[in-house]
């Protein structure tokens, strides 16, 4: 059964570092890996989607690598800011299924 | 595009009343999922549909919930009769072939 672990579950930095959040998967067959953005109270946002053959993307101010065979993906933000706080969930999609399995996501503050 | 729509946005129901939620997937994509969001479980996949046909209902609580998709284009989830630990916000997502997931802004039910 496929588990999806995120460390730290909360982080508070100042703003304009770089940091980077940690995904943890225990079965490498997966299918593809995706991050999501939720702001209190609202939905999930996409913001990468990278699939099994693939090792990152890019977008903007985000970065996200992929270890299959490590089970290990991480995001990184690019000098941070206040607007970046949020919860940040990685949610992987197993091979053959359509199911996907969630972590409990990293609660993220950037402070002025 | 107006993304996937969900309503009502809020509900708030009585132990033992019918609720309905509803969803609208993007117009195109196959496969719609309802998934529930928990403080203690996190995200976790209700039932899925691909071409409107359900494939996976193994994570349906109980008999109290049904989900049903008469068309490509709407959805329903049913809770009947609604219980206080239904509380939770429940959320659709819609997905073309071998892209990522869409998700919609999500109905927070209290059952009191």
């Known amino acids: 059964k496929q588990e999806v672990t995120q460390i730290p579950a909360a982080l508070s930095v100042p703003e304009g570092e770089n940091l980077v959040l940690n995904c943890s998967f225990t079965d490498s067959a997966i299918y593809n890996l995706q991050w999501f953005r939720q702001d209190p109270g609202k939905g999930l946002t996409s913001l990468l989607l990278?699939?099994?053959?693939?090792r990152e993307q890019t977008s903007g101010r985000l970065n996200a690598s992929l270890d299959k065979s490590s089970g290990r993906s991480t995001l990184y933000i690019a000098a941070s800011q206040p607007g970046d706080s949020a919860t940040y969930l990685c949610a992987v999609r197993q091979g053959g299924s359509e199911k996907l399995v969630f972590g409990k996501g990293t609660k993220l503050t950037v402070n002025p | 595009d107006a993304g996937v729509i969900q309503s009502p946005r809020h509900e708030v129901t009585e132990m033992g009343q019918e609720v309905t939620l509803r969803c609208k997937p993007i117009?195109?994509?196959?496969?719609l999922f309802w998934y529930r969001q928990t403080m203690m479980r996190g995200l976790e996949l209700l039932i899925y549909?691909?071409?409107?046909?359900?494939?996976?209902d193994s994570g349906m609580p109980e008999d109290r919930f049904s989900a049903k998709m008469p068309n490509a284009s709407f959805s329903t989830l049913k809770i009947q009769p609604s219980e206080p630990r239904d509380s939770a916000v429940y959320f659709c997502a819609s997905r073309p072939n071998n892209y990522g997931y869409t998700f919609g802004s999500g109905t927070r039910l209290t059952v009191v």
């Open positions: 549909f691909n071409n409107n046909v359900p494939i996976d």
């Open positions: 117009s195109g994509h196959n496969s």
């Open positions: 990278i699939q099994s053959s693939q």
